[in-house]
């Protein structure tokens, strides 16, 4: 009975097209329009690039110029240096092809800076670079100026010091990982493409009720056991789901070549096991009271827009706020969990934390699973 | 007036249905509103730094405290895991480690290896916060190196980085975001509702038509002496009313955050978002003369609305998306309201002009009308095809 029944379930799933083609092209869709509308983003606001720079000069600025062409040169240079007089320097500063501009008036320098509304974080930041830039010159030239007039026989070591090439401070690199934020919305996608598996799942609550289809009301009629004939529908659904989740991620990676990190397996487990999350959470909605078809649709996709809001989908740092305020609710969030297992997959070198989030999905799962099956147990109707 | 009427009864039994999804949404929108305002006025130019201080001494203590007045210190556990979290999600932008030693180097003349970090590699505040410590040692030590004795460099050194040098600010054109008679607050409220509208128009609409669409019900209509012309308006109409219950509703909590008052740029924005409101209705009408069943409609409303709101600039701001990006998004008209109501605002860097802004609302108006020709043609090809 139990083939026979998992055979028809199968049939059944892939002749209900519809579904399943929206459900795969959700994420072509709209990897898409993700790919599309944020390359680049990482690159112009958080990845360092020189800061360009006007530099208009009146009077003599040996020193000045000299300082500016060593900051110009080189592959780690900070600035990109024009020379200008003052009006086409404004020029250059209105069309923001520079970020501020440098008057050096004998050596004194000064700065203007475009108004500091609106633009992007990074754009303050290259202001605050170039107005820590001039401080640190001013500075400079006020330490060697207070030395030789204090102590003019210690100004060798002096400007040696300030000259010295700084090695104090070492970085030590956190992960082999992709540090661009915008793969968060890609986790995120995967996650919804996840939880979408719950229209698959409220399907299966809907078969099996005689008050919500004719399927379940023939069902209802037949010998088999209500539990061998759910569990066939769910193996279904999440084989169904799994195919839907493989192709998605496959698309994202191989077509829209998004960078999950070097375990793309892993990525696969994530995806499919995120997936079983989706439909049995479907199923557990699905069985949720007399409600009719309609309104447990539109329960379960509010339900996975929240989470998936939560998570970051909207807003990318939303997940960072959550957990300022309320840490637990990304513990226990699915959307938050999928996306989470994904990053852990990208940052950590060791499994530990990927296998905690892969736990809390089937665990989840597995709870979901249980609310279904006690609430469809024993559902008997007097009449259809 | 029958198919009227057939309509209001069906869009009565959603109403529960719709109060949960338009609520929810209203949660969300607060949220949203919430988190991006903060975003805007945040100073960039002040960073979250995280400092561990592992040499606990009096010169350490100055340098944190040398820090903290440029930028907000945020405390952090010294755990790998932790660090690396915070960094992702941007809780905090920098961590220093004060090795231990750093006194005893400093007033032995030696800067090498007094500290560790961790950062985002080539990020714009890694470089910052790299500069603002060699910065500081290097100043520190040269003062050391022209005789002062330790503590007189740290004073000397305070001293002479917390001369601020001028800044001239040079402003092009006189836009400020946010102005008092159309706070920034609102103005991202109505930003966020361009998806909101969107999507809670695509689920309730789309179901509502759907279903007096069904077979049974089509066929009885058609029988009738109706004209398809005719039945198309009543359930305009009938449209009409659903979409402007719930426009109304979420103008209401708008007036609420505006704090009840109608001011010119107010009652502009409820323009813009009316006519945008008339769109995303005429999207609903659309996806359900196409969409072969109501659960396809959750997948499709999602694919509509998160992609019209990503590509034209919602969630994101537009200033931040390509111009290959945004020369396609014209073609949407999300585009056109977020430019309309990033003008309003001031949080673009076009100035406000109630010609442009009509003109945007204009496009957007020539969507709607499409919309609806193309809807009212696509009704009766379906009609002539029965």
């Known amino acids: 009975m139990f083939l026979h029944n998992l055979k028809y379930e199968f049939l059944q799933n892939i002749r209900a097209r519809s579904l399943i083609l929206w459900l795969i092209l959700f994420p072509i869709i709209l990897g898409t329009f993700f790919k599309v509308a944020f390359s680049g983003i990482y690159e112009t606001t958080t990845v360092f690039s020189t800061v360009p720079v006007a530099v208009v000069e009146k009077g003599s600025n040996e020193n000045f110029r000299q300082v500016m062409e060593s900051l110009s040169e080189g592959d780690d240079a900070l600035f990109e240096t024009y020379y200008s007089d003052e009006e086409s320097a404004l020029k250059l500063l209105e069309e923001k092809k520079v970020s501020g501009i440098l008057y050096a008036v004998d050596e004194q320098v000064s700065i203007t800076v475009v108004s500091a509304e609106g633009g992007t974080s990074a754009e303050g930041i290259r202001r605050t670079i170039i107005k820590s830039f001039v401080e640190q010159y001013n500075a400079n030239r006020s330490i060697i100026m207070d030395t030789i007039s204090h102590s003019p026989e210690k100004l060798n070591d002096v400007v040696s010091e300030l000259s010295e090439d700084m090695k104090c401070n070492e970085n030590i690199p956190l992960t082999n990982g992709n540090h661009d934020n915008m793969l968060s919305y890609f986790y995120n996608l995967v996650a919804m493409v996840a939880l979408l598996g719950s229209d698959l799942g409220l399907g299966i609550a809907v078969s099996s009720q005689g008050n919500l289809s004719a399927i379940g009301a023939r069902k209802c009629c037949s010998p088999t056991r209500k539990i061998v004939s759910i569990i066939t529908s769910m193996l279904g659904c999440i084989a169904v789901q799994t195919v839907c989740i493989f192709f998605s991620i496959s698309f994202l990676a191989f077509v829209l070549q998004v960078d999950f990190g070097a375990k793309l397996p892993m990525v696969y487990l994530a995806g499919s096991v995120g997936g079983v999350l989706g439909v049995s959470f479907g199923f557990a909605i699905g069985s949720v009271s007399k409600l009719g078809v309609n309104a447990k649709g539109t329960v379960t996709t509010a339900f996975t827009l929240v989470c998936c809001f939560f998570s970051g989908l909207m807003i990318g740092n939303m997940k960072a706020v959550v957990s300022t305020y309320a840490p637990w609710f990304n513990e226990i969030n699915p959307a938050a969990v999928i996306s989470d297992s994904l990053y852990c997959l990208n940052f950590y070198d060791d499994y530990t934390r990927f296998t905690q989030k892969i736990i809390t999905m089937l665990v989840m799962s597995v709870i979901f699973m249980l609310i279904g099956f006690f609430l469809t147990r024993r559902r008997k109707y007097a009449s259809l | ?386």
């Open chain 2, 1 to 386: 007036m029958q198919v009227f009427n057939a309509f209001l009864k069906i869009s009565k039994k959603t109403i529960p249905m719709a109060l949960i999804y338009i609520g929810l949404f209203l949660v969300l929108l607060t949220f949203f509103v919430d988190s991006s305002a903060q975003n805007n006025t945040f100073e960039a130019e002040r960073l979250s730094v995280s400092v561990i201080d592992m040499d606990n001494t009096e010169e350490s203590k100055a340098l944190i405290n040398f820090i903290s007045q440029r930028h907000d210190l945020v405390e952090i556990e010294n755990d790998k895991d932790t660090i690396l979290d915070a960094l992702y999600y941007e809780r905090t932008d920098y961590v220093l480690n004060i090795q231990e030693g750093y006194a005893e180097k400093l007033s032995n003349g030696k800067t090498n290896e007094l500290f560790t970090n961790y950062k985002i590699p080539d990020s714009y505040t890694g470089v910052f916060v790299d500069n603002l410590v060699n910065q500081y040692v290097s100043t520190l030590s040269a003062y050391i190196a022209g005789g002062n004795n330790m503590s007189a460099a740290i004073t000397k050194t305070e001293t002479l980085l917390s001369e601020e040098t001028a800044v001239t600010v040079q402003s092009f054109s006189d836009n400020k975001s946010g102005t008092e008679d159309y706070p920034i607050k609102t103005a991202y409220y109505f930003q966020f509702m361009a998806y909101i509208i969107l999507s809670v128009l695509i689920t309730i609409l789309s179901s509502v038509i759907l279903k007096i669409n069904r077979k049974e019900i089509r066929s009885r209509t058609n029988c009738s002496c109706l004209t398809v012309t005719s039945q198309t308006a009543q359930i305009i109409l009938g449209s009409t009313v659903v979409v402007a219950v719930i426009w109304v509703i979420f103008i209401a909590a708008a007036l609420i955050m505006n704090g009840g008052a109608f001011t010119e740029k107010f009652l502009l924005a409820l323009l813009n978002s009316l006519v945008f409101t008339i769109i995303s209705a005429g999207i609903a009408i659309l996806i359900a003369a196409v969409a072969p069943k109501s659960n396809v409609v959750n997948v499709i409303s999602n694919i509509v609305a998160l992609g019209m709101s990503f590509l034209c600039g919602v969630f994101v701001d537009q200033s931040l998306l390509g111009e290959g990006v945004l020369s396609a998004s014209r073609f949407l008209p999300a585009y056109w309201y977020v430019r309309a109501n990033n003008m309003l605002s001031g949080m673009s860097d076009e100035v406000f002009s109630i010609n442009s802004f009509m003109s945007f609302v204009g496009i957007e108006a020539i969507f709607a009308a499409a919309l609806f020709a193309i809807i009212i043609l696509i009704n009766k090809v379906k009609h002539n095809a029965q």
